[in-house]
């Protein structure tokens, strides 16, 4: 007999009938896919526009690089633009884009087709896992709180592999759950084939692929009988080799990945209690501590063991990846992207028991019963709506004209460096500049403290200013956070152009000694 029915019987307060649980659920995913898709053809400049324009990029030197009658100079440009790109994680995201632009043209709204795709897909894994895990009621709820949390509708639309990763690993969790019931040669391949992908697509998927992986075989079998298990080998060699491969060829044979792995990692974060804080404040604007709170309590009220050791693995998981990506899983929110299945599964258990009670209070009194649906799925429309307002509130569009005309003020052509959005990205795509990138302060301040590096102002400024013909400023801002660099480019250079939120300062024109 499975868990789930084990725990609330056959029935569920969703879903009376398959028919209804059905339907249920493909309300769920249809309004899941619908508000990814709303507005889809806005600028990627929502969430993590560098690394969304970094991909986007990519895809459009990919796609330039077969294009017949684009003009010469732009097609060497976009080709440039890719290459000149690091390579961390394959580019399996944008060839797809790039070639799907053979036939929509160059739309950067096809990224969120297939990011949205992937996260309803795993969507899907997380309610299979969740059914066999906990129950029906509470895989409903996991999987509604992975479709509608504010946070993950807006990561799971962007131009980055996180998205497709998820969706991968969740397809090896259900699988190696199913292996560990039925261990056979089918479920070794696809948890084997789906582990490997997952790892593939974004190395840092080894830790939540390992974590389930341990839950699953050890809170279930004895090591030696793991040891001894061809089954257990298959599965360790296919997780394991696309992802070798990649980094062995990255490394000792292209050379490309060679310094991708500094700088992400620093032992004196580990004693630093702002590391902590600012773990803390990445999780509380994903979810909220309230939800974690709610998650973490969840543990206490699973039923079955393995259940129990099976989520636990997966948070252990989640820790042990924080405090090696110590750098990045406290500054950048999406590196926790991976923890909201983490959480919807530690959710179920507590889900479960709150519609049980409602069903026992509601069993004889239809209008009460009426009432508990409409207050669920009036909440859930109110929380769609409210995140259809979030994306409608600002519109990015005229972002393309803005730096489409200040390329066209530098010319394209001419060398460049600049204070501006995005390390240049928003230049380089739609204004078609190169730019030689100014660090912020706060990259400086993270080469000082956390990497050691001491800069000389005056030192960097000729550095990198060398053979440069202008110095754009687009982050005003910024610019007052460096007054030596403001100083030295008001006092020292003729303004060559200036706008509604940008200056270009001539390079090639110094002012005299005492001249205005």
């Known amino acids: 007999?499975?868990?789930?029915?084990?725990?609330?019987?056959?029935?569920?307060?969703?879903?009376?009938?398959?028919?209804?649980?059905?339907?249920?659920?493909?309300?769920?995913?249809?309004?899941?896919?619908?508000?990814?898709?709303?507005?889809?053809?806005?600028?990627?400049?929502?969430?993590?526009?560098?690394?969304?324009?970094?991909?986007?990029?990519?895809?459009?030197?990919?796609?330039?690089?077969?294009?017949?009658?684009?003009?010469?100079?732009?097609?060497?440009?976009?080709?440039?633009?890719?290459?000149?790109?690091?390579?961390?994680?394959p580019e399996v995201l944008e060839r797809l884009v790039a070639f799907t632009y053979r036939f929509t043209g160059e739309q950067l709204w096809v990224?969120?087709?297939?990011?949205?795709?992937?996260?309803?897909?795993?969507?899907?894994?997380?309610?299979?896992?969740?059914?066999?895990?906990?129950?029906?009621?509470?895989?409903?709820?996991?999987?509604?709180f992975y479709l509608f949390l504010p946070y993950a509708v807006t990561a799971s639309r962007s131009f980055q592999p996180d998205p497709l990763m998820v969706m991968l690993v969740l397809l090896f969790w259900w699988s190696i759950f199913h292996w560990r019931n039925r261990p056979s040669w089918g479920w070794t391949v696809l948890a084997g084939i789906s582990g490997g992908l997952a790892i593939f697509i974004k190395l840092t998927a080894f830790f939540f692929v390992t974590g389930g992986a341990m839950g699953a075989l050890l809170g279930s079998y004895k090591l030696k009988d793991l040891v001894r298990n061809p089954r257990v080998w298959g599965l360790i060699g296919l997780?394991?080799?696309?992802?070798?491969?990649?980094?062995?060829?990255?490394?000792?044979?292209?050379?490309?990945?060679?310094?991708?792995?500094?700088?992400?990692?620093?032992?004196?974060?580990?004693?630093?209690?702002?590391?902590?804080?600012?773990?803390v404040n990445i999780i509380t604007s994903v979810m909220g501590l309230l939800i974690l709170f709610l998650g973490g309590?969840?543990?206490?009220?699973?039923?079955?063991?393995?259940?129990?050791?099976?989520?636990?693995?997966?948070w252990g998981a989640y820790v042990v990846y924080g405090l090696f990506f110590d750098y990045h899983i406290s500054s950048h929110d999406y590196y926790s992207l991976p923890l909201i299945s983490i959480v919807g599964l530690s959710l179920a258990p507590l889900a479960d028991l709150v519609i049980i009670h409602l069903r026992q209070v509601t069993r004889n009194n239809i209008t009460a019963r009426l009432a508990v649906k409409v207050i669920i799925f009036g909440s859930l429309f109110v929380l769609i709506w409210n995140i259809r307002n979030d994306m409608k509130t600002t519109d990015y569009r005229p972002e393309a004209a803005r730096w489409s005309g200040i390329g066209a003020l530098l010319g394209h052509q001419a060398p460049v460096i600049a204070l501006t959005e995005d390390y240049g990205s928003r230049l380089a795509y739609w204004g078609w500049q190169n730019t030689s990138i100014w660090p912020t302060q706060s990259d400086l301040q993270y080469h000082a403290e956390l990497r050691g590096a001491k800069q000389d102002f005056e030192n960097m400024?000729?550095?990198?200013?060398l053979d440069q013909a202008f110095f754009l400023v687009t982050k005003m801002d910024e610019l007052d956070y460096q007054p030596f660099l403001k100083e030295r480019l008001y006092t020292g250079y003729t303004i060559y152009a200036q706008g509604d939120g940008y200056i270009i300062f001539d390079l090639n024109r110094p002012l005299s000694a005492g001249q205005p």
């Open 1 to 89: 007999m499975s868990e789930n029915k084990k725990s609330t019987g056959d029935k569920s307060f969703f879903a009376l009938t398959h028919i209804k649980r059905i339907i249920v659920l493909v309300l769920l995913f249809s309004l899941g896919l619908a508000i990814r898709l709303y507005d889809i053809t806005d600028l990627p400049l929502d969430f993590h526009p560098t690394r969304q324009l970094f991909s986007a990029l990519k895809a459009r030197g990919m796609y330039y690089q077969q294009l017949d009658g684009a003009p010469d100079w732009q097609r060497r440009m976009a080709i440039q633009q890719w290459k000149l790109k690091v390579t961390v994680e």
């Open 111 to 144: 990224s969120r087709v297939y990011s949205s795709l992937s996260w309803l897909v795993g969507g899907i894994f997380l309610y299979l896992l969740t059914k066999s895990l906990i129950s029906i009621d509470g895989a409903v709820i996991a999987a509604a």
């Open 239 to 279: 997780g394991s080799l696309p992802g070798a491969i990649y980094v062995i060829y990255g490394i000792f044979v292209s050379g490309f990945l060679t310094k991708q792995f500094g700088g992400r990692f620093f032992p004196a974060l580990l004693i630093d209690p702002l590391f902590y804080l600012g773990w």
């Open 297 to 314: 309590i969840g543990l206490f009220f699973m039923r079955s063991k393995l259940s129990r050791i099976f989520i636990l693995s997966l």
């Open 461 to 465: 400024f000729e550095k990198q200013a």
